[in-house]
């Protein structure tokens, strides 16, 4: 019985040391396997990054018109006799064109930053300026291309939040 449990033992051992020897011959073997991508694989993966980004240019055009429509009817929530607040329709409408002021300034490449700002006197003229504002980006956005980084796009937006900030503190 124990020569049974010698020459097992030692069977076991030499069986783990060749499995051991054993291992970095097949990994070499898999990595010989792998082969590389082929060139069509590689320019399929440039198509469909450069349709990506051609559907994300086109949602970001189509959003900018979007909110240049919706900032264009906000003078309909004007309230009170002098005109000096907005209903709380208008809450639901400047999310919707920070949202997409946001989107528009953060995939251009623009950020938060501080320039000179006029702050309008009026709630009117903040309305007003926030049409325009939104407009002419509207417009820059159709003239540039997914590749452009502009910065009067970035300023527009930028504008743009800092007006709707403004236009908040006016609804009751």
Same mark, same amino acid.
Do not use: C
């Given at each position: ?27 070499? +073997? ?34 900018? +018109? ?9 003078? +309909? ?25 946001? +989107? ?69």
């Amino acid at each position: 019985m124990r020569i049974f449990r010698v020459t097992t033992g030692f069977a076991m051992g030499l069986l783990g040391l060749l499995l051991l020897a054993s291992q970095p011959v097949l990994a070499q +073997q898999e990595e010989e396997e792998k082969k590389p991508p082929s060139e069509g694989f590689n320019d399929t993966l440039v198509r469909m990054k450069i349709k990506r980004e051609e559907e994300v240019h086109k949602k970001l055009v189509k959003s900018s +018109q979007q909110a240049a429509e919706i900032a264009g009817r906000l003078d +309909q929530h004007i309230r009170g006799e002098k005109r000096d607040w907005l209903d709380r329709g208008a809450e639901k409408k400047l999310k919707e064109i920070e949202k997409a002021a946001k +989107q528009i300034r953060s995939n251009i490449g623009g950020s938060n930053d501080d320039k000179d700002f006029e702050i309008p006197k009026t709630v009117e003229e903040g309305v007003t300026r926030l049409a325009e504002t939104s407009k002419k980006l509207s417009e820059q956005m159709e003239k540039t291309s997914r590749h452009m980084i502009s910065a009067p796009i970035i300023v527009s937006a930028s504008d743009m939040l800092r007006l709707i900030k403004i236009l908040r503190e006016y609804i009751k």
